[in-house]
């Protein structure tokens, strides 16, 4: 039973580029959460979805920064013109509908702007 | 807004030594508590979790958590720490209203051996 996939695992962009990180959850999770690890600190809440919604985007940037989660594939998080203060590591969990409170981690994309 | 509090970011501990992390949180209402392990080049997971009920949680590997209410505090625990115990350790706290999952900022747990 395959746990939550998430591609890349590695990422390297010049200042100005696209990120696109992708999350595959769990098989039966409709629930996806994004995390962001800055160095030193915990992770930060960024965004909760469902299926085609989103249900809570409190933690998510204003500007440049977008997630979705279709009907099908995987959900995509989403961070135009990167700078440097994107660097992090960016995680990805889910969850299934019953038991909504534990959730599942993925290990992780680590995104380096240059 | 809720926060949680890691009081130590890096322990440093003999094999067969005792292990205390503390944990602290801040919010009033109703809270569900986790910890995470995070092993060197793996992802989270789950080591133990507090819903309701008892306060002391047992959880995977020997490890067990109390949820102690007046303290806001769901401090982990080992009586002997082994070398594979070493990684990062993240308490992190869930209000039972939101899906606003926090986290502390991570414990880092060298064992000697």
């Known amino acids: 039973n395959a746990g939550v996939m998430q591609n890349p695992r590695h990422l390297v962009r010049r200042r100005g580029q696209e990120a696109r990180l992708r999350c595959s959850p769990m098989k039966g999770h409709s629930h996806v959460y994004w995390y962001r690890q800055l160095p030193e600190e915990g992770l930060k809440f960024m965004v909760y979805?469902?299926?085609?919604?989103?249900?809570?985007e409190s933690g998510m940037p204003k500007e440049r920064f977008s997630a979705e989660f279709p009907k099908e594939g995987p959900s995509i998080l989403r961070i135009q013109q990167v700078v440097r203060g994107d660097s992090a590591a960016y995680f990805c969990a889910s969850s299934d509908s019953q038991s909504s409170y534990e959730q599942y981690f993925g290990p992780g994309t680590r995104l380096t702007v240059t | 807004a809720q926060s949680v509090s890691q009081h130590n970011h890096h322990v440093i501990l003999s094999e067969a030594a005792s292990l205390e992390l503390g944990c602290n949180y801040s919010?009033?209402?109703?809270?569900?508590l986790f910890w995470y392990v995070q092993y060197p080049g793996q992802h989270l997971q789950l080591l133990l979790k507090?819903?309701?009920?008892?306060?002391l949680v047992k959880g995977i590997k020997g490890f067990e958590a109390e949820f102690i209410k007046s303290k806001f505090s769901f401090n982990l625990r080992k009586p002997s720490v082994q070398w594979s115990d070493t990684a990062e350790y993240f308490c992190?706290?869930?209000?039972?209203?939101?899906?606003?999952?926090?986290f502390g900022a991570g414990t880092r747990l060298t064992v000697k051996p």
């Open positions: 919010y009033g209402g109703t809270v569900n």
């Open positions: 992190a706290v869930k209000s039972y209203n939101n899906n606003d999952m926090r």
């Open positions: 507090y819903f309701s009920g008892d306060p």
């Open positions: 979805l469902q299926k085609e919604n989103i249900i809570d």
